[in-house]
């Protein structure tokens, strides 16, 4: 196959028409963002078909034996293989300089891990295994480019030109499934310039909230920034009793990665005991100075106050029934009874601002 750039593969493999995958992918070049993101891309749309991952690393020590034993091995549970390969700069180093010296046939003079026999593996591809190479540097061997002419598929990662930015864009976002206006697409160069690591970082960002098939604005490209909850923002929203706000930062928090557990135990428990102790030493007549120094908080701390207009709000009995339905609830998470986590945590909060006393 002929010599492809990255800008062009990218284009190629995302959407619903992308191309099929040959036997053997030969991915190199200088830049190292993209030789990443291109092997990342035909791993995906491997899987994607069905085939089981290999990867392996090849150091200026080790030779191609493992790799090529993976790939001519029949496998009974694992037929279609998606075999990819890294090869250091240290280790290409030390087969070009020794090239030269060489003298015949390849084929002859290579053993069985040789550079040879991963050429003559190269040439004699069928499949159904693929065989993904990754060289670390500006070029592949010679002796490897001229075996992947006609079966392979060969993708040079060269560094953009400034014209092509808007082009990288536009393919990241195809991949990823979105659709960007063009003054989104403007916003994002503006910020990142030339840099298709942070530009791709931030179309994966957008991805969390963008619905599909509706057009990405600017203001989506800080949605995720913004719309992140702040750390005790979702315990201050129960105890205000805003139960819909609580809920969308509960599902915001959970999107962006924040666990289950960590919410549930730093911010639900400690919250509904605070409001609890301040709702039993109300109930005794005790004055809100009197509550924060059982807390251990400054009378004109948040927290305090939080706690007794919650405990205001909710009253004794109702906190002490949430507090042992979330305490249940962690230890239920943790021994692995409770699988629906989130739904458990949203209705443990709804059935707080919500239940009767």
């Not at 190199?28 to 891309?41: I, K, N, Q, T």
């Not at 005790?286 to 305090?304: C, I, K, T, Y």
Request: proline fraction near 5%; charged fraction near 25%; aromatic fraction near 6%.
């Amino acid at each position: 196959m002929p010599l492809e750039t990255a800008l062009a593969y990218i284009r190629g493999s995302g959407g619903e028409q992308r191309k099929r995958i040959p036997p053997a992918v030969v991915i190199f070049g200088p830049h190292a963002f993209l030789r990443e993101y291109v092997l990342d891309s035909v791993v995906r749309n491997l899987v994607v078909e069905g085939y089981q991952y290999r990867s392996f690393q090849i150091g200026s020590g080790d030779d191609y034996g493992a790799v090529l034993n993976e790939l001519r091995a029949p496998d009974l549970f694992a037929p279609k293989r998606a075999i990819a390969c890294r090869i250091l700069k240290s280790r290409r180093d030390k087969a070009e300089t020794a090239s030269d010296s060489d003298g015949g046939d390849a084929r002859a003079s290579g053993g069985g891990g040789s550079e040879a026999a991963l050429v003559a593996a190269i040439e004699d591809a069928r499949g159904p295994g693929h065989l993904i190479l990754l060289y670390e540097k500006d070029s592949a061997p010679a002796k490897v480019r001229r075996a992947a002419e006609k079966p392979a598929l060969l993708v040079n990662c060269m560094r953009p030109f400034d014209n092509q930015i808007e082009q990288y864009v536009s393919a990241f976002a195809i991949s990823l499934g979105l659709k960007m206006s063009p003054a989104a697409i403007d916003l994002v160069i503006s910020r990142h310039g030339g840099d298709l690591a942070a530009i791709a970082n931030t179309l994966g960002k957008v991805t969390i909230f963008a619905e599909a098939g509706k057009l990405v604005q600017p203001g989506d490209l800080d949605e995720g920034a913004r719309r992140m909850p702040e750390a005790f923002e979702l315990s201050d929203s129960v105890a205000r009793g805003r139960a819909s706000a609580a809920l969308a930062q509960l599902g915001r928090a959970l999107a962006l990665g924040r666990e289950v557990f960590e919410i549930l135990a730093v911010e639900i428990i400690p919250m509904m005991r605070r409001m609890m102790i301040a709702a039993s030493m109300m109930a005794a007549r005790r004055s809100p100075g009197d509550v924060a120094a059982a807390l251990g908080l400054p009378p004109q701390s948040g927290l305090a106050t939080r706690a007794i207009e919650g405990a205001r709000r909710f009253g004794l009995a109702r906190l002490e029934r949430a507090y042992w339905r979330a305490c249940a609830m962690d230890a239920g998470f943790k021994d692995g009874t409770i699988k629906g986590r989130e739904e458990a945590l949203a209705g443990l909060i709804l059935d707080l601002m919500t239940a009767p006393d």
